[in-house]
């Protein structure tokens, strides 16, 4: 029976230890933190978004980074695999907006309980509050360096056949995520491309956004442009905050654009009335004015945007709030079309690893085996998750990573 330890018990290791127990591996999986699947449970707003049921090409176009990577992986253990393990372990699932997978419950919870059953029923030795320090290796003049084991911070070694690395990333650091992987693999020789946050908010250079904070868009337009070109564009949900942006259509626009604002300022144009024309607003305008037409310009917009909205509106048209809408002229009204259709902010940056849901960059994928996982550096070392440099935009397209590059590696150590 071969000895396995996989290194971190978040959404990665846990299916890399299922499926390498599965294959008759014995299996112990060290986790620093006091429970499993610390990540895990805040993620989706403490809800879980498992994984997207779209179809495998889709799910695919959704990664930012190393895309084809993923092909190998992605095809051998597929959402709907992922589906099929929870269910069968007593998490039902549903499907929301999107394609959006969440458990029944609305419980991360129950997606960890569910996955520590299989552990537990599968005979896995986990050892929670373990950290590890380094990993053991050894050499073999036909294989070069191998792994051999670990050591932990208490300075005991553990010794096994190959040991599986499913550290997490350098993002939300409370749960654990210090970027012990990268340091790992960098002390066996491994290539670490550049780090940052992503699916992170964004910071805006605009102070009225201040007064706008907690307030929630849907089904607006968001685009960012560099000068005229155009770098992103998503229809979803926004949120104001007391710095800027987030909700997920900015936090996937963090990922594309995140590079860029290292260096410059960039424009996001929010179209709060994508459905309808310039032609389509203004007669609307006109409509919610004729109706209106002995209020004041300030009390007459309560039917176009949410309350919190309107004083902003009122000041970017420049148009007084006390004026009587009948007295309101075309030229202003074009400047309400214009806001409404075009509001603009300037991008400052985005905010740190304390509030990035992931990280972008990790291990060179050029030094892993995109089939296992295995290090082409280090025999019987394999890399899972997000210590890699892989990453996708909002919807449940991450932890489908996890998941998959997991059971990659626990399904090729037999």
């Given amino acids: 029976m071969k000895k396995i330890i996989i290194i971190g018990g978040g959404a990665a290791g846990m299916v890399a230890a299922i499926a390498a127990a599965k294959n008759g591996c014995h299996i112990d999986l060290f986790e620093k933190n006091e429970k499993l699947g610390k990540k895990i449970y805040i993620t989706g707003k403490g809800r879980c978004n498992v994984t997207n049921a779209s179809d495998m090409e889709t799910m695919l176009s959704q990664v930012v980074t190393n895309r084809k990577f993923l092909y190998s992986a992605f095809y051998s253990f597929t959402n709907e695999d992922m589906m099929r393990l929870l269910e069968q372990c007593?998490?039902?699932?549903?499907?929301?907006?999107?394609?959006?997978?969440?458990?029944?419950?609305?419980?991360?919870?129950?997606?960890?309980?569910?996955?520590?059953?299989?552990?537990?029923?599968?005979?896995?030795?986990?050892?929670?509050?373990?950290?590890?320090?380094?990993?053991?290796?050894?050499?073999?003049?036909?294989?070069?360096?191998?792994?051999c084991g670990v050591q932990l911070v208490n300075g005991k070694e553990y010794h096994a056949d190959a040991v599986i690395v499913a550290t997490g990333g350098i993002s939300y650091p409370s749960t654990g995520s210090t970027g012990d992987g990268y340091r790992f693999a960098k002390e066996v020789g491994h290539q670490i491309t550049e780090q940052r946050p992503a699916l992170v908010p964004l910071t805006v250079q605009e102070t009225w956004v201040k007064e706008l904070q907690g307030l929630s868009l849907r089904n607006v337009d968001v685009t960012i442009y560099s000068g005229k070109k155009k770098l992103y564009q998503e229809f979803g949900e926004m949120l104001f905050t007391h710095f800027g942006v987030s909700g997920p259509a900015v936090l996937s626009a963090s990922s594309i654009v995140g590079k860029k604002l290292e260096k410059q300022l960039l424009t996001m144009q929010i179209d709060l009335k994508p459905a309808l024309s310039e032609e389509q607003l203004d007669a609307r305008i006109l409509r919610d004015f004729d109706a209106a037409k002995n209020k004041q310009f300030k009390n007459a917009l309560g039917g176009l945007y949410p309350a919190k909205l309107i004083p902003i509106i009122v000041r970017l048209t420049q148009i007084s709030p006390d004026k009587p809408v009948n007295e309101i002229s075309r030229q202003e009204r074009q400047k309400i079309i214009s806001i409404t259709k075009k509001l603009s902010l300037t991008l400052t940056g985005v905010r740190d690893y304390n509030e990035a849901i992931i990280t972008q960059g990790g291990i060179n994928i050029k030094e892993i085996n995109p089939t296992t996982m295995e290090s082409k550096l280090v025999s019987g070392l394999y890399f899972v998750g997000e210590v890699l440099d892989l990453d996708a935009l909002t919807g449940g397209y991450n932890l489908q990573i996890a998941w998959s590059t997991g059971y990659a590696a626990g399904n090729n150590i037999r």
């Fill in 90 to 147: 007593g998490c039902p699932l549903k499907v929301e907006r999107g394609n959006r997978v969440f458990p029944v419950s609305d419980k991360s919870s129950d997606v960890i309980s569910a996955l520590q059953r299989e552990l537990k029923r599968l005979n896995v030795s986990v050892h929670l509050k373990k950290e590890v320090k380094r990993l053991l290796t050894s050499s073999d003049p036909k294989l070069g360096t191998v792994c």
